[in-house]
């Protein structure tokens, strides 16, 4: 099995950033990748980011394309979520996970062993 914890989350300004940390911790060597999801109040567990776990490779949604920059650690068995020019509409709970498949998938079901989350709030 493999735990995670994510942290680094806050309050921060539009405009402003963050990076987020996501730590796993057991099998590590049985990971094909992780990803971040995000929910916001009323609304449904969002993709915005997978990285593989041995090559790097990554994928985005289209909403923080651009803005958001996910990468890994492998020594650390940390993954990162650097967060630029962030908006009023980044606001959500972040949860990291286990990506299940060897695909980069945006696909919830396709990730298991979810981290209890982060609050980001971004601020007018």
């Known amino acids: 099995q493999v735990q995670l914890v994510e942290s680094g989350g806050g309050l921060v300004q539009a405009g402003g950033s963050l990076r987020l940390s996501c730590a796993a911790s057991g099998r590590t060597s049985s990971i094909f990748g992780l990803g971040w999801f995000r929910q916001a109040p009323g609304k449904e567990r969002a993709f915005v980011a997978t990285?593989?776990?041995?090559?790097?490779?990554?994928y985005y949604a289209d909403s923080v394309k651009g803005r958001f920059t996910i990468s890994r650690d492998n020594a650390k068995n940390t993954v990162y979520l650097q967060m630029n020019s962030l908006k009023l509409e980044d606001t959500a709970v972040y949860y990291c996970?286990?990506?299940?498949?060897?695909?980069?998938?945006?696909?919830?079901?396709?990730?298991?062993?979810w981290g209890q989350g982060t609050q980001v709030t971004v601020s007018s």
């Open positions: 990285i593989s776990w041995s090559g790097g490779s990554t």
């Open positions: 996970a286990v990506r299940r498949v060897y695909i980069s998938s945006g696909n919830p079901y396709d990730y298991g062993n």
